[in-house]
């Protein structure tokens, strides 16, 4: 009798969270908003790279509150919040616009688990676009000014001796008022511009370390010598840390293992070690440990792979995996979606377009505008996809000449707004550095905020000499990084052509379908052009493959295709925004695709 009262009690609370949080708005959403659960909320690990053991999930209902810029902490509050999501979204179950006169205010209670009695206790956060400080027990403890990666805080010494420790964050975002990185989105949605996102829109979780405990690996693969170089940061930063750092393959075995100084690149040599590859997207575990009287210890994993770009029998400069030339072909990927927005609403759909990706027969995904949460990149691992990461565009207003070299204008930035654009640039960097899906750096888009082209390229190739640099996606073009990317919309077309660097198609395509109950709004919906139904569609599409095929043997060495899915206005995705409906034959762009790749080596 006690097991059943227990039972329904449980299912009573659960009942009554769900009760609590409904999705709002009348805008189509995905089939996992259905699955998303209050009290569960993106309940996976959200670090895969550096994982530990004593941990405790934030996400859930929080308060909150819209208020004008620079007041203090709402008496009261205007309700729930589901966080991570987004305050504009639907999941948030608020779907507000909070503006850049406001700022939004968030407030939970939390317990410190009694089994890290003795450890230090960190706050981290995924990613709150874009100025986020954090009170815990009403003490401002710290701030972070940057939309798209994680930070963390040692609350340790602002706990109580309460149950109950009170979190409180104030985020400010601009959005398009401001200079900061913010993408595509816009106070004014339209067309290719999106919704704003304000706030939390990653896990937020705590830790319990010990008070010197790891905080960052840096895991970079050297091929050609069979060696790995492991940088382990901790938190003192001494240099008599010493870590310990052991390498497994996929039946557990240790393979490699060294110790060195905190700080400084240990280097792990395996004997004819396994390569990663879109086909064989082979990863070794990593166990690595901080030494001393108390120990920290934390998993990982890493991969062998090489990028770069070579001459081929024509003087072609190709990009090359592990120097073997190979064609990257892959859909333009925005991570929009119509009920998280900048979230998805769980970690199966997270997933699901990366797969569908692999199924349609690319190697390759251009992140565009937008950084995923570490999981992404870790699916991307785990699957064999091939990653071009974007920095997110913002301080836009210069001109673009995309068919000239040295065309248009750089924008004039102030100085403001070109420290934050390395600081964000820096993160969003070392948040990817150890992924192997990522190969290529693109810090501009289409002339969009361009600014010292030369220098940035420059910065970013010292910061990351084992990756490509795309220095501008589709111009303005400049004399610097390995990459001349061109785009043009529908048809591919090589309208320049580079010597001395890899010659890519970085946007093409756009075939728009619009779908009658599967669309954001009832507007005018964006398509470079727009068929009927799917045949059409699979025709086009495989149109244009045919003339990339001749494009590629004359010089292109990859192709980005517009788009993965529809975003809100724009209907040129291979799926609706829902991900409800296929656009096209999938067996019939798999095969044109895969013809597509090869005829780089045929």
């Known amino acids: 009798m006690k097991k059943i009262f227990m039972l329904c009690s449980a299912l009573l609370c659960l009942f009554s969270a769900q009760a609590q949080w409904q999705p709002v708005g009348d805008k189509i959403k995905t089939a996992w908003a259905e699955k998303v659960n209050p009290a569960q909320v993106l ?29 203090v902490e709402p008496t009261t509050f205007d309700g729930k919040i589901l966080v991570p999501f987004a305050v504009e979204s639907s999941l948030s ?33 995924g990613a709150v676009d874009w100025r986020a400080d954090v009170y815990v027990n009403d003490i401002l403890i710290g701030s972070h000014q940057g939309g798209y990666t994680p ?12 149950k109950d420790q009170k979190l409180t964050v104030c985020v400010w975002d601009p959005s398009d008022k401001g200079y900061q990185p913010r993408g595509k989105q816009t106070s004014q949605p339209e067309g290719i511009w999106y919704t704003p996102v304000t706030g939390i829109w990653q896990t937020v979780w705590m830790e319990g370390v010990a008070a010197n405990h790891i905080t960052a690996i840096k895991a970079i693969p050297d091929i050609d010598n069979s060696v790995l170089g492991v940088t382990v940061s901790t938190s003192n930063a001494r240099v008599t840390d010493i870590v310990e750092v052991q390498l497994f393959d996929a039946n557990k075995q240790v393979v490699a293992e060294a110790k060195g100084v905190q700080g400084k690149e240990i280097r792990l040599a395996v004997e004819k070690p396994q390569l990663w590859s879109p086909e064989n997207p082979y990863l070794y575990d990593m166990k690595i440990t901080l030494l001393g009287k108390i120990k920290d210890e934390v998993k990982s994993y890493t991969a062998f792979r090489k990028i770069s770009m070579e001459k081929d029998a024509q003087g072609i400069y190709r990009m090359c995996l592990n120097n073997k030339p190979l064609f990257q072909y892959g859909p333009l ?3 929009w979606w119509p009920d998280g927005l900048y979230t998805a609403p769980t970690d199966e759909a997270l997933l699901f377009d990366i797969q569908k990706t692999k199924e349609w027969g690319f190697n390759m995904i251009r992140k565009h505008v937008k950084v995923e ?97 795309n220095s501008a996606s589709g111009g303005n073009y400049r004399p610097c990084g390995d990459i001349l990317d061109l785009h043009n919309y529908p048809a591919p077309e090589m ?17 728009g379908l619009p779908i009658e109950d599967h669309l954001w709004w009832n507007k005018r919906n ?61 067996a019939a762009v798999r095969k044109v695709n895969q013809e597509v790749i090869k005829a780089m080596t045929e």
Not at 43 to 71: C, F, H, M
Not at 393 to 410: C, F, I, K, L, R
Not at 421 to 450: H, R, T
Request: charged content about 25%.
């Open 93 to 125: 179950g608020v779907q507000k616009t909070v503006g850049a006169e406001n700022e939004l205010w968030y407030r939970r209670t939390f317990n410190v688990p009694s089994a890290w009695k003795g450890k230090h206790v960190m706050l981290n956060f």
């Open 526 to 586: 964006w398509g470079y052009i727009q068929f009927k139904n799917s045949d059409e569609v699979t025709a086009e599409y495989v149109k244009y493959a045919n003339i990339l095929k001749d494009l590629v043997r004359r010089g292109f060495s990859a192709a980005v295709y517009t788009q993965t899915t529809d975003v809100e206005g724009e209907v040129n995705g291979l799926m609706t925004y829902d991900r409800k409906v296929i656009k096209i034959n999938e």
């Open 43 to 71: 309940p996976e690990y959200p670090r895969p790279q550096l994982v530990r053991n004593d941990w405790s999930n934030l996400n859930g209902e929080w308060e909150y509150a819209i208020r004008t810029k620079g007041g």
């Open 373 to 469: 949460p570490a999981r992404w990149y870790y699916h991307c691992d785990r699957e064999g996809m091939l990653v071009w990461q974007d920095m997110p565009s913002g301080d836009m207003g210069n001109a673009w000449e995309p068919h000239v070299y040295n065309g248009g204008t750089d924008k004039q930035r102030s100085q403001a707004s070109i420290d934050n654009f390395y600081q964000e640039w820096k993160e969003i960097m070392d948040l990817c550095i150890s992924n192997p899906s990522v190969v290529v750096w693109v810090p501009f888009n289409e002339a969009w905020g361009q600014f010292d082209t030369e220098e940035v390229t420059e910065w970013t190739e010292n910061y990351d000499p084992s990756r490509l640099v």
């Open 495 to 511: 309208y320049l052509n580079d010597p001395q660097r890899i010659n890519v198609l970085g946007e093409y395509g756009g075939i």
């Open 333 to 335: 990927d925005q991570g």
């Open 151 to 162: 930070f963390s805080f040692d609350i340790t010494p602002y706990l109580t001796g309460q």
